[in-house]
């Protein structure tokens, strides 16, 4: 019998420190990952699949925690020799992260899924833990800003991501195709509960959502729905959320993330900061702390937020 119990829908590093929690408070196998793949792409002829990585390493327990992507102890040979070379080093890889990355890369090139090819690193480091990409097909987060049309990684990374953003599209989204291990997922007998985890909504999720098919698997989910807020007391807890809400002229509260999300969940799990939003949502709230310091913030975050999808 399918051990699935709960889907989390993820991606970056916020998405990843509730999905760690997930992870240890619930039976082996009961939870699974639908990972963001917007922020995939090709450099060093390598591909990079970043919100995939940094939750393999979040759950496998080897992260960085204080960069927030790549490996624990990690060695820095390659990039110190590459730059000597006049090579790229504005994206940081790891002497230990790109044996993961040559590894995908050459058994995409042997024609391999995505979606299989993760599944085999996942097992390789000792997660028992379904981690889905979202898609077998290339989406690309492009961002739209004042200095103009960026990739992803350029933005988020080599600028920074200071550019004004005015519009994100998600390239190859309106062509791309659930992978069937997703859509298995969603089918799960067992399923009790679908957790938006708390990544940047508009970089993250909303990619997920852009996949024809993911936003109808939320609206037919015959179990709660439930969003764990992103931003607390107005500020995002990592990363440009709430410098990108500004941006497009969103108020960073947990209304306008319920709005967000109008239509797709059945709850919001609110921080205790932004108590006064509660009832003020649109939909059922559940005020706890959000912010997560140590692995028992994690973990209670996620036994909260299973509680109160249960009581919806
Ligand atoms: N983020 C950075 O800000 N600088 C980097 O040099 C960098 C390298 C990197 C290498 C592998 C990887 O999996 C992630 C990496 N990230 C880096 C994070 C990456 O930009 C992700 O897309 C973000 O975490 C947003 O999800």
Redesign the pocket.
């Known amino acids: 019998m399918n051990p699935l119990r709960v889907l989390a829908l993820t ?3 916020g998405g990843a420190k509730l999905g760690l929690g997930l992870y240890r408070v619930l039976e082996t196998g009961a939870v699974g990952f639908i990972v ?1 793949t917007g ?1 995939d792409f090709q450099h060093l002829g390598l591909h ?7 939750l393999l ?1 979040t759950l496998a327990g080897c992260n960085n925690e204080a ?4 490996r624990r102890d990690e060695t820095w040979q390659c990039m110190t020799l590459l730059e000597r070379l006049g090579g790229p080093t ?5 002497d230990g ?1 790109l044996a993961l ?1 040559l590894e995908r890369t050459r058994r995409l090139a042997a024609g391999e899924t995505l979606t299989a090819i993760t599944a085999q690193l996942a097992s390789a480091l000792g997660i028992e833990a379904a981690v889905l990409p979202m898609s077998d097909s290339a989406v690309a987060t492009r961002v739209h800003t004042a200095d103009g049309p960026l990739d ?2 350029d933005y ?2 080599a600028r ?1 991501a200071m550019p004004v953003v005015t519009s994100i599209e998600f390239c190859g989204a309106a062509t791309a195709t659930l992978s069937s291990a997703v859509a298995s997922a969603f089918a799960a007998p067992r399923l009790e509960c679908v957790v938006l985890c708390p ?2 909504p508009y ?2 999720v909303d990619p997920l959502l852009a996949i024809p098919g993911l936003r109808q698997q939320l609206t037919a989910a015959r179990v709660p729905v439930v969003a764990v807020c992103p931003v607390v007391g107005g500020s995002a807890i990592k ?1 440009p959320t709430t410098k990108i809400m500004a941006e497009l002229g969103l108020s960073p509260n947990p209304a306008t993330i319920a709005r967000h999300y109008a239509g797709l969940i059945d709850g919001l799990v609110i921080d205790a900061a932004d108590a006064a939003w509660a009832g003020r949502c649109g939909v059922p709230t559940c005020v706890t702390q959000t912010v997560m310091h140590s692995l028992q913030d994690r973990e209670q975050l996620a036994q909260t937020t299973l509680a109160f999808a249960a009581t919806l």
């Open positions: 991606g970056g590093v963001n922020d990079i699949s970043p919100d995939i990585d940094t390493y960069l927030g992507w790549g504005w994206f940081r890889l790891g992260d990355h992803f990684q988020f990374v920074r990544s940047n970089l993250s990363g």
